[in-house]
């Protein structure tokens, strides 16, 4: 197996533009480095999707990220990462490093947050795999977790219902369940959920702290690099997008988050 090389691009995955939130603050705070994206818009949503299927997109998604050089690969989706994260690594071994999305957000919350409730939204599929009750169990700072499935809100992002009386609705519906009461915190345990983190913001009058990981994310991703001395500083940036399914919303949500025009790349996870 070669090393791996500074030039080398980020490979980071999602479901669907939910990782797009991700990857911009990647991209703003590492300038530098190039990046190449798979967003598995056929299978999306992960949420409401078996943990053997996730498994099984995201191996071959990884696939793909080591066929493109990648030097470290980002699962941007708490729903694969809570799946197959471990997985993940094994697959990958050598070839590249491996990091999550959750992860780094539990290591903020230990820094940030004994001794308090935190509130979590996400997909069915984080929220029953308890991957962050046990990680916060197991720090053993007496945070109390209070997590809530909020399974409508992906795909209404993902169509762009973002600013309408729907995903109102829907937030009203969520938020206001007596599981998310009395929290110093929210956690917004989707990486589609930025998106409308002004939104949610505004349901709690801006008076409670909402914890989005993309900033807490991309700052481990640049820990890793520096710690491996694999930052690039020599080759120019560059961006690829690819999509197993070309959708107009993804395209749309690339030209937002980027502010450029962006080719996709139809690549099938199977024909």
């Known amino acids: 197996m070669k090393p791996l090389s500074s030039n080398q ?4 995955f999602d479901s669907g533009i939910g990782g797009l939130t991700i990857a911009k603050e990647v991209v703003r705070q590492l300038p530098q480095e190039s990046i190449v994206y798979f967003g598995d818009t056929a299978h999306l949503p992960y949420g409401d999707k078996s943990t053997a299927a996730i498994q099984a997109y995201s191996v071959k998604i990884a696939h793909l990220l080591l066929q493109q050089r990648c030097k470290l690969i980002l ?5 694969a990462a809570s799946a197959a994260y471990e997985l993940v690594k094994e697959y990958v071994g050598k070839q590249a490093l491996v990091i999550d999305v959750i992860t780094p957000t539990i290591s903020y919350l230990r820094e940030h947050y004994a001794n308090k409730t935190i509130g979590l939204i996400g997909t069915k599929q984080t929220v029953n795999s308890n991957v962050y009750k046990k990680k916060i169990d197991d720090l053993g700072l007496n945070i ?7 399974p409508l809100l992906a795909t209404t992002i993902e169509e762009g219902f973002t600013n309408n009386l729907v995903i ?4 009203q ?3 206001s369940h007596a599981e998310l009461r009395e929290i110093d915190a929210l956690v917004l345990a989707c990486t589609h959920y930025p998106i409308i983190k002004h939104k949610i913001a505004e349901f ?3 008076k409670l702290d ?5 900033e807490i994310v991309a700052k481990a991703v640049r820990s890793q690099l520096e710690y491996y ?4 500083k020599t080759t120019p940036a560059s961006k690829h997008f690819y999509v197993s399914d070309y959708t107009e919303s993804f395209l749309a949500g690339t030209k937002l988050f980027f502010e450029e025009m962006l080719k996709l790349e139809h690549y099938p996870l199977w024909e």
Do not use: M, R
């Open 210 to 214: 909402i914890i989005d990981s993309s």
């Open 229 to 232: 001395q694999l930052l690039n």
């Open 9 to 12: 691009p980020i490979g980071i």
């Open 173 to 175: 519906e969520y938020l």
């Open 144 to 150: 109390h977790l209070k997590s809530y499935a909020t």
């Open 204 to 206: 709690y009058q801006h």
């Open 75 to 79: 699962i941007a989706c708490n729903s």
């Open 168 to 171: 109102e609705s829907l937030l």
